[in-house]
């Protein structure tokens, strides 16, 4: 039987083009992982106390030049919705330097093609992000929004397969219940570090648990967790 745990992530890519740039950016990007345990055990008093943990404007600066990099199994976990639903239109709130642009694309490309829609409010970020999705050789199917996203989010696109929430904790109910309406029955939203310590995602978690709100919510024990949730 084989090891589990020896399983490569990057195996369920079709795409040896866009496996070889993942590969490289998870391998850049993963000392991040460390400095920001670093930087965060300042919190560790609240944490502890299961308080929530501000975001504030000092976690932001730690990420602008560094990539928010998903845990490879994670990523590949997204790559095999985005196949499952077949989906043709995606959202990616809170793409960073695009490393889960570049799985959603990918996704796409392994589906017969579609639209990934990505919002990063750092334009140096957007600015790399198309750079590696041109690297990829996926930046035709994505279309990066920067400061301007929530408002042009308001009415495009007009049917969503698959959301990918990522972004900064406190505007996600904001940013999911602007996308819902337009989000197909059976559609899906993935919520990265749901689970985190600090309890960032709480307010989001019980509105989205709350079937009253038009979704059948579930967490992930993945790393950092992912809530997985489908559109009623």
């Known amino acids: 039987m084989a090891d589990r745990r020896k399983a490569d992530p990057f195996g369920v890519l079709e795409d040896e083009r866009a496996a070889a740039v ?21 919190h560790l008093p609240a944490v502890l106390g299961n308080h929530a943990v501000p975001f504030v404007a000092e976690d932001a600066d730690l990420r602008l030049d560094r990539p928010v990099v998903i845990d ?31 799985w959603l694309a990918a996704a796409l490309r392994a589906n017969g093609g579609g639209r990934l829609v990505a919002m990063e409010m750092v334009p140096e970020r957007a600015q790399d992000m198309r750079q590696n999705l041109v690297e ?16 042009a989010l ?11 929430n990522g972004g ?29 310590p600090g309890a960032h995602y709480r307010s989001y978690l019980s509105w989205i648990r709350d079937q009253a709100n038009g979704f059948q919510s579930t967490f ?9 949730s489908v559109r009623r």
Not at 81 to 95: F, K, M, P, S
């Open 22 to 42: 993942l590969r490289r950016l998870h391998r850049e990007g993963r000392w991040q992982s460390i400095s920001a345990r670093t930087h965060r055990l300042r």
């Open 168 to 196: 900064v904790p406190k505007p996600s109910i904001d940013m999911v219940k602007l996308l819902a309406p337009r989000m197909r029955s059976g559609a899906v939203v993935l919520t990265d570090d749901a689970g985190r």
């Open 136 to 151: 990829a050789g996926l930046a035709d199917l994505v279309e990066v929004l920067a400061a301007d996203a929530p408002h």
């Open 220 to 228: 992930l024990p993945l790393k950092g967790g992912l809530e997985y």
């Open 154 to 164: 308001a009415t495009d696109p007009p049917q969503i397969d698959l959301v990918l």
């Open 72 to 102: 490879e199994r994670q990523a590949a976990f997204c790559y095999l919705t985005a196949r499952t639903l077949q989906a043709r239109t995606i959202v990616d709130l809170g793409t960073s330097f695009g490393i889960v642009a570049i």
